[in-house]
């Protein structure tokens, strides 16, 4: 009995003669690559358009860059006031906040000629002066406005108006609770607001047959009057 023609195909298996031929598949990439590049065409075909329609119009002027010039005003410009500026009451001269010397009071013999402390001769008068010089840099020490008078052989009046810098703390508040805290836990203390400073307070500190002597240690914006 003789065997039927067969073919080969390319995997080896044989088909029956007469079969139809397996569909050759499409390459998938070759699709997408086409439609990437119409898209890339329309785009630049679009931005040449655009250019063409810009091109033909008239150009936009643009406004000068030169500015008019303003006439200056005529005549003295008034300062503002100490409620309208800080700095005419921070970057003035601290003495003339200070109050004055009374009549027959002698001027007392701590205070510079010209009214002002440094931070070395501040720190000086403190129990410890390296580490108060120390505290006092690192707190950003400014100035110091000072007076003081002697009234008699009983009374003697220090005051002394003290200014930081405060560009990294509130030392000036610091300061001052400090002071606070340590008037405050003397005993015997007596204490009361002072008008006209906001929170400002004075704290006299009774001591049998001794002198009173009085001192003020102010800093910005509060104060504290000690008397001893």
């Known amino acids: 009995m003789a065997n ?10 044989a088909a029956p003669s007469g ?10 990439g070759r699709t997408a690559r086409l ?19 810009q091109a033909e119009r008239e150009p936009t002027r643009l406004p000068s860059l030169s500015q008019p010039v303003i006439g200056q ?20 001269d601290l003495r003339k906040l200070l109050v004055d010397k009374p009549r027959g009071a002698r001027t007392a013999s701590w205070v510079p000629q010209d009214g002002w402390m440094e931070l070395a001769e501040y720190a000086d008068h403190f ?22 008078w002697k009234v008699g052989t009983s009374s003697v009046v220090d ?18 609770h400090t002071m606070e805290d340590d008037v405050e836990s003397a005993p015997g203390t007596r204490s009361w607001s002072i008008q006209g ?7 006299v500190h009774p001591r049998a047959g001794r002198r009173l002597r009085v001192g003020t240690d102010a800093v910005l914006g509060r104060g504290v009057r000690m008397a001893r």
């Open 4 to 13: 039927d023609p067969v073919e080969r195909t390319g995997t080896g298996a």
């Open 127 to 148: 129990s410890r002066p390296g580490e108060k010089f120390n505290s006092l840099a690192t707190d950003q020490f400014r100035r110091a406005a000072v007076t003081g």
């Open 19 to 28: 079969a139809p031929a397996p569909a050759r598949s499409r390459r998938r």
């Open 35 to 53: 439609a990437g590049a119409g898209a890339l065409l329309g785009l630049v075909a679009g931005v040449c358009a655009g250019y063409l329609v």
């Open 197 to 203: 400073t906001g929170d400002g307070m004075a704290y």
């Open 159 to 176: 005051i002394r108006l003290v200014q930081y810098r405060q560009e990294d703390s509130m030392a000036a508040a610091d300061a001052t």
């Open 73 to 92: 005003a005529e005549g003295d410009v008034e300062p503002l006031s100490a409620a309208e500026d800080r700095k005419v009451r921070t970057d003035g």
